[in-house]
């Protein structure tokens, strides 16, 4: 069964702290990305990468890292440098970066921060 | 600068009917759309897509029209049913881009049984 993990589902930091959120692919797709959503707006570009051992900031991503050693897996790091980091994150693949290429979403992380 | 617009937060509509989402965008060199729903605490699934060589693009009961000189896209679903209640979000990309998705803020449509 091909697809996209994210774990947790639910994770919750004390502020100050750093935490990864995991993202992992069986879907054999080049191309990975780490979106954020807030209430009321839409998804957010944080980071993207379009093969292995590079990746590329996006819209927003002050106050977090990637790193992407295999295929698979994009790991997001949400730093103590991130202001505002209480959101819904969502990982996501697709075959390439290209624009054309449909990206299918994992099922989301929610961080709280307290 | 919000490029890509859905001004409707909320739309309800009776089992059966019609739905109708619009969705506005500001930069002409979007020239592909796509069109996502997204149930509570899950992630988006792709719907439905049209380029803009295209005015109408049909998928079973959802189709999408896209009218370029107003900048305006709209997805309707017909007949609406029960499991279509989520919010849907409508996308764009650049001609210029080769990654880059816009997302619009996301519109929630409860379907009435």
């Known amino acids: 069964d091909g697809g996209i993990t994210q774990s947790p589902k639910y994770l919750f930091r004390k502020e100050g702290q750093n935490v990864t959120l995991s993202c992992e692919q069986n879907?054999?797709?080049?191309?990975m990305y780490w979106y954020r959503q807030d209430p009321g707006q839409g998804l957010r570009l944080i980071y993207y990468?379009?093969?292995?051992?590079?990746?590329q900031k996006g819209d927003i991503a002050e106050g977090y890292s990637v790193s992407r050693e295999k295929k698979e897996s994009f790991p997001l790091t949400v730093t103590s440098a991130q202001k505002n980091p209480t959101a819904f994150y969502l990982c996501?693949?697709?075959?390439?970066?290209?624009?054309?290429?449909?990206?299918?979403f994992g099922p989301g992380t929610r961080l709280t921060v307290l | 600068d919000q490029q890509v617009k859905q001004n409707s937060p909320s739309l309800s509509v009776q089992e059966g009917r019609i739905s109708i989402l619009n969705c506005d965008y500001t930069?002409?060199?979007?020239?592909?759309f796509l069109w996502y729903k997204k149930y509570p605490a899950e992630g988006p699934t792709f719907l439905i897509s049209?380029?803009?060589?295209?005015d109408k693009n049909e998928d079973g009961r959802f189709t999408v029209f896209l009218n370029k000189s107003a900048k305006h896209l709209s997805l309707h679903i017909v007949p609406s049913q029960p499991g279509d209640s989520a919010v849907y979000f409508c996308?764009?990309?650049?001609?210029?881009?080769?990654?880059?998705?816009?997302f619009g803020t996301g519109t929630r449509l409860k379907v009435l049984a």
């Open positions: 996501a693949s697709s075959v390439t970066s290209g624009r054309r290429d449909t990206q299918y």
């Open positions: 879907l054999n797709h080049d191309a």
């Open positions: 990468s379009q093969i292995v051992n590079d990746f």
């Open positions: 930069n002409s060199m979007f020239d592909y």
């Open positions: 049209i380029s803009s060589i295209k």
């Open positions: 996308a764009a990309s650049r001609v210029s881009g080769t990654y880059k998705y816009i």
